[in-house]
T-cell receptor, first 113, second 117 residues
Framework: DQQVKQNSPSLSVQEGRISILNCDYT??????FLWYKKYPAEGPTFLIS?????DKNEDGRFTVFLNKSAKHLSLHIVPSQPGDSAVYFC????????????FGGGTRLMVKP | NAGVTQTPKFRVLKTGQSMTLLCAQD?????MYWYRQDPGMGLRLIHY???????AKGEVPDGYNVSRLKKQNFLLGLESAAPSQTSVYFC????????????????FGPGTRLTVL
């Protein structure tokens, strides 16, 4: 049973518009969340993270929102750029199990010029 | 500072053959991880290590063994390769540092694409 789910396998957005990538989780013990970006033939690179004690974290064009009651987080990219085209993974750490990161299946974002 | 490196980048094996994947990090990180990535399934943890000389099982450990003889290196072994082990393998590391958000960030290598025929 997947504890971290990204229900949209792909998303297409026009350059300059907002990209919203969603992630749902089932385990209430998760208390720290990360987003990774992955280009083809490369390893995932860290993008942004959020602790469960916060509901928003912002870094430049990237903002992550966390809704604990809904067990839902989202990544907003504003404005979207063609270079943002990649696969995005959300991932979660469980409280007191900081060694193991659980990943979602990924969402492929395509930003059209 | 190369970060996390993986050797080899590509490999083709026949069923039953063995091989070892090497991961090296130069960030003095305590924790190291091996993942496999399969289409639509994200990354799944195979084994991990919390320090030199330690190893532990992850989510999908069967068919793999690991060793952490040196802090900077983490080896993943396949004793008898099977077609189900065809995948892209990623190594990652993270430090312990001070408590805080950056502590949990794992840094990934470029991956090894393995095909088992």
């Amino acid at each position: 049973d997947q504890q971290v789910k990204q229900n949209s396998p792909s998303l297409s957005v026009q350059e300059g518009r907002i990209s919203i990538l969603n992630c749902d989780y089932t385990n209430s013990m998760f208390d720290y969340f990360l987003w990774y970006k992955k280009y083809p033939a490369e390893g995932p690179t860290f993008l942004i993270s959020i602790s469960s004690i916060k509901d928003k974290n912002e870094d430049g064009r990237f903002t992550v929102f966390l809704n604990k009651s809904a067990k839902h987080l989202s990544l907003h990219i504003v404005p979207s750029q063609p270079g943002d085209s990649a696969v995005y993974f959300c991932a979660a750490y469980k409280n007191n199990a900081g060694n193991m990161l659980t990943f979602g299946g990924g969402t492929r974002l395509m930003v059209k010029p | 500072n190369a970060g996390v490196t993986q050797t080899p980048k590509f490999r083709v094996l026949k069923t039953g053959q063995s091989m070892t994947l090497l991961c090296a990090q130069d960030m003095n990180h305590e924790y190291m991880y091996w993942y496999r990535q399969d289409p639509g399934m994200g990354l799944r943890l195979i084994h991990y290590s919390v320090g030199e000389g330690t190893t532990a099982k992850g989510e999908v450990p069967d068919g793999y063994n690991v060793s952490r003889l040196k802090k900077q290196n983490f080896l993943l072994g396949l004793e008898s390769a099977a077609p189900s082990q065809t995948s892209v393998y990623f190594c990652a590391s993270r430090g312990t540092g001070l408590a805080g958000e950056g502590t949990y960030t794992q840094y990934f290598g470029p991956g090894t694409r393995l095909t088992v025929l």
